[in-house]
Nanobody, 127 residues
Framework: QVQLVESGGGLVQAGGSLRLSCAASGRTFSSYAMGWFRQAPGKEREFVAAISWSGGITYYADSVQGRFTISRDNAKNTVYLQMNSLKPEDTAVYYC????????????????????WGHGTQVTVSS
């Protein structure tokens, strides 16, 4: 069982930055690949970024490529999402999620394959 708690959301002006954190419980954090997803009002949840167990491989949605950076610190059981050059369209509730191996490299973007989810943190970007 893994429990995930996100933090770091808030209100920021367009062009600003935020860093989200996701703290995981348990002693097996390094055996999980991690992902960030987001859901805006009235829209479906969408993939944002994912990172492999060791952190050596990362994936990004086209909409955030070059602006967001996902990273992890396995010693601290934490995954991060650094968000720069924020846009109003980045406004959403951001969720972190954990999954084990198998098809990660093929389906890193598919929320269905993630076993554990946090409760989310709100990010609001004003224009």
């Amino acid at each position: 069982q893994v429990q995930l708690v996100e933090s770091g959301g808030g209100l920021v002006q367009a062009g600003g930055s935020l860093r989200l954190s996701c703290a995981a419980s348990g002693r097996t954090f390094s055996s999980y690949a991690m992902g960030w997803f987001r859901q805006a009002p009235g829209k479906e949840r969408e993939f944002v970024a994912a990172i492999s167990w060791s952190g050596g491989i990362t994936y990004y949605a086209d909409s955030v490529q070059g602006r967001f950076t996902i990273s992890r610190d396995n010693a601290k059981n934490t995954v991060y999402l650094q968000m720069n050059s924020l846009k109003p369209e980045d406004t959403a509730v951001y969720y972190c999620a954990a999954r084990r191996g198998g098809t990660f490299f093929e389906y890193y973007w598919r929320g269905y394959d993630y076993e554990y989810w946090g409760h989310g943190t709100q990010v609001t970007v004003s224009s």
